[in-house]
């Protein structure tokens, strides 16, 4: 099982990137691969249980369940269901925490996942580089951040 860890420092309290993280259907707006996205059955984007059917720029879809959020720890976790790519059983979670000595926030994204042995560096790669840290810097872009 490959397991995949970034994690970064935003400029801003830990409220405000918590407001635009916390939208599990509002990836769209802000992460430059995704490029729509919408809860399926009409259920609300903050309910557990609820999937997420998005959209790539490349013109790839993908399908993603909420399975835990946590307005009290910042946190949420998701699974992967379909995806184009050798991702499976997907499990990721997401975790803001404040930096208190200067009201930055701290934020953690961690997957975990198996892969083909053949394909481990790419994917690792992939969730790290082009998802996870594309993430935070179209974040800090989002919010108006410096880099």
């Known amino acids: 099982m490959a397991k995949v860890i970034r994690s970064t420092v935003l400029p801003a309290p830990i409220e405000v990137v918590w407001d635009v993280l916390r939208d599990f ?5 802000w992460h430059p691969a995704v490029a729509s996205s919408e809860i399926e059955r009409g259920r609300d ?4 249980g609820s999937i997420r059917r998005f959209k790539l720029t490349d013109g790839s879809e993908l399908r993603e369940q ?16 379909d995806t184009p790519i050798p991702l ?3 499990v990721s979670h ?3 925490m404040p930096v208190t000595d200067s009201d930055h926030t701290f934020w953690e994204w961690e997957g975990l996942f198996d892969t083909p042995a053949d394909q481990h560096d790419a994917m690792v790669q992939l969730v790290g580089t082009d998802i996870y ?3 935070f810097g179209a974040i800090r872009t989002h919010l108006g951040l410096e880099s």
């Open 25 to 29: 259907n509002g990836h769209d707006r």
């Open 133 to 135: 840290e594309a993430g």
């Open 66 to 81: 909420l399975l835990t959020l946590s307005d009290a720890e910042t946190a949420y976790s998701y699974c992967l269901f």
């Open 94 to 96: 997401l975790r803001l």
């Open 45 to 48: 984007a903050d309910r557990v």
């Open 88 to 90: 499976f059983n997907y």
